[in-house]
């Protein structure tokens, strides 16, 4: 059934707002990318407002998967933001334009798109991917508070704001100010069946004296912690000295010098460490994380950690440090070991236990795929732009 328009009156025209889509890789992107497209697959209308962060780009409007992408010129950088010209003129004609605005946090614009949407009487919905934190200098501090300013008046006239998770809500500086309009949905998790045979094959060319496989899959940068990864060897090494752990990932970051900085850790394990660089397809990680005995994920701030979910759904259990948000997986599905923040002899003992016992810490995929339900994920989110959907 249609409306006067031709158009089916539950569909909605859903507006993203986020820096960095696709092909940006990190667990932000994925999570945006992943429901757009379910709810293009649904019927709805989504339109990607984003940066256009590399020149070899697509410029101004292209269509990927079903959503439409409009990428701005991007010519000055801020630490990870961006500055663009021509935002103001598009935000408000597309605000305009569609029935919810959906924010994606943290971001330059965010104030200003709120502003929008108030003047033009639309409302928004904002998840938070986790308060801003980066590298000590007086620049940074800068950032952080401005950004933080800029959120807070957002949030002060956004209809909802969605978390990760309850546990990352409790502990968010940016989220405890605004309980009553918090609502937690885990991320949208999905990943195919690991081919095996690809599997084994590559944990015969990581390892083919056939010692462990602790897999990692994330940028290389400090928040993450893989150093605390790297020297647990030194505890793994006493059971296991021919372990291999494997990086599934970016590494020589540009907006910070932690790799640089870590170069003469990484040159004294640099036998037992393989670099693979970005996987760009989920079929690649799929089979990654089949062919490790056990994935590692030590960062010291996280708010989820959707790789722990997908390495759980390939079969590998996981060791997670005990910080709010990225401990929920773990809890939830009792794969795996959590350990304090910034002990790298904690992590070695748990990657130990696991391996000595593997089979207790392993458990069906269906399970999994029950506690972090894709479809329901998608479907609270669909809820939310309805139930905020402002028409023209």
Partial sequence: MTDG????????????????????????????QRVAEELVRRGHEVTVLTARYRLDLPRDETVVNGVRVIRLWAPVRLSRGMLMPAYPWAAYRLIRQHDVLWLNIPMLETALLAFFAERLGKRVVATHHGDLILPRSPFNGLITWAMYRLYAYMADRASRLIAYSQDYADASYYLMPYRDKVTPIYPPITVPEPDQ??????????????????????????????????????????????????????YDIKY??????????????????????????????????????????????????????EAML???????????????????????????????????????????????????????????????????????????????
């Avoid at 004296?209 to 020297?231: N, S």
């Avoid at 002990?343 to 506690?371: T, Y």
Wanted: proline share 6%.
């Fill in 5 to 32: 328009a031709g158009v089916a009156p539950d569909r909605l025209k859903i507006l993203i707002a986020l820096l960095y889509y696709v092909p940006h890789r990190t667990g932000y992107t994925i999570h945006v």
């Fill in 197 to 250: 045979k690809a599997a084994a094959l590559l944990r015969s060319q990581w390892s083919p004296e056939g010692g462990p496989i602790i897999g990692y899959a994330g940028r290389f940068v400090e928040e993450k912690r893989p150093d605390l990864l790297i020297r647990s060897l030194e505890v793994i090494n006493q059971r296991y000295p021919n372990a291999r752990i494997v990086f599934a990932g970016e």
């Fill in 256 to 309: 910070e010098s932690f790799w640089k900085r870590c170069q003469p850790l990484i040159q004294q394990y640099q036998d037992q460490l393989i670099f693979l660089g970005l996987l760009t397809s989920m079929e690649e990680m799929a089979n990654f994380y089949a062919a490790c005995d056990v994935f590692v994920l030590p960062s010291g701030t996280e708010c989820f950690g959707l790789v722990q979910a």
């Fill in 314 to 392: 390939c079969g590998a259990p996981v060791i997670m440090t005990d910080i709010p948000g990225a401990r929920v997986v773990v809890r939830e599905t009792g794969m795996g070991q959590i350990v304090p923040p910034g002990d790298a002899d904690a992590i070695g003992r748990a990657v130990l236990e696991v391996l000595n016992d593997r089979g207790r810490f392993v458990r069906p995929r269906a399970e999994i795929e029950r506690i972090f339900s894709f479809q329901e994920t998608v479907d609270r989110y669909e809820q939310h732009f309805r139930a905020n959907a402002v028409r023209e």
